[in-house]
């Protein structure tokens, strides 16, 4: 497993640190405790940052003569800041102290020529590592992304539903006649019929006469009626 590690630099130089835009006194204070480094050149005001280096016993001998002539050392075992304010306040340019979890260092440093040349080579290394980095980014993202794909389970497709064959309304009045009665209301009654007209007195035909039989041609007997 990779290890992101960040280091907090905060340079100071000339300028009292709360007028350098890091805004207001409890703006900046959270500044200065989330680093861990402190670059500090000569200013107005170095005890909110020299304090950081913390305190050191440091052994200070005085000497006094008495009325002989004869010296006698006096020897003092204060607890005084690490970093002294005036020590800071009087460094000439080049100078800082580097501050790093309750140790200090003064330096000199002093400015290296370059020509244009070195400079463009930085940038290009800059950029190339940079590319190097989004690349190194992407793989692992996938790796995750494959990881994730192996662990999820796999989901059985659905089945296709039979289709059922798309079913008819029946009628309002069959509706109507299945519905069961409004409360309030008694059952439902039939629907009444209409009343039958009676059909027409047809009289009686009256009786047919006899039909007389026809006379044979050789008869020549007269016909009984």
């Known amino acids: ?23 207001p006194r409890e703006y900046a204070d959270r500044i200065l405790d989330a680093c861990s480094t402190y670059i500090l050149h000569t200013c107005s005001d170095p005890f909110p940052v020299s304090k950081r280096a913390g305190k050191r016993w440091k052994l200070e ?3 006094t003569e008495d009325a002989e002539g004869n010296s006698r050392p006096h020897h003092r075992l204060p607890y005084d800041w690490r970093v002294p304010e005036t020590a800071v306040m009087q460094q000439d340019e080049g100078q800082a102290f580097w501050i790093y979890k309750g140790r200090a260092q ?3 440093t002093a400015q290296v020529p370059i020509t244009q040349a070195q400079v463009n080579e930085g940038w290009s290394e800059i950029r190339r590592r940079e590319a190097m980095q ?4 992407a793989h692992q993202a996938q790796q995750r992304q494959q990881r994730q794909n192996q662990t999820q389970p796999i989901q059985p497709t ?3 539903q039979p289709t ?5 309304k029946p009628s309002p009045l069959l509706l109507a006649a299945n519905e069961p009665p409004k409360q309030g209301q008694g059952p439902t009654q039939p629907p009444k019929s209409a009343p039958k007209t009676p059909a027409p007195a047809v009289p009686p035909s009256p009786p ?13 007997e007269p016909d009984e009626l």
Do not use: H, N, W
């Open 1 to 23: 497993m990779m290890e992101a590690r960040v280091c907090c630099f905060l340079v100071l130089k000339k300028q009292l640190f709360y007028g350098i835009g890091l805004g």
């Open 61 to 63: 001998t005085t000497y």
């Open 106 to 108: 003064q330096v000199q």
């Open 134 to 137: 989004r690349i190194m980014l």
């Open 158 to 160: 659905p089945s296709p």
């Open 164 to 168: 059922r064959p798309p079913i008819s």
């Open 208 to 220: 047919q006469p006899p039909i007389p039989p026809v006379p044979a041609v050789d008869d020549d």
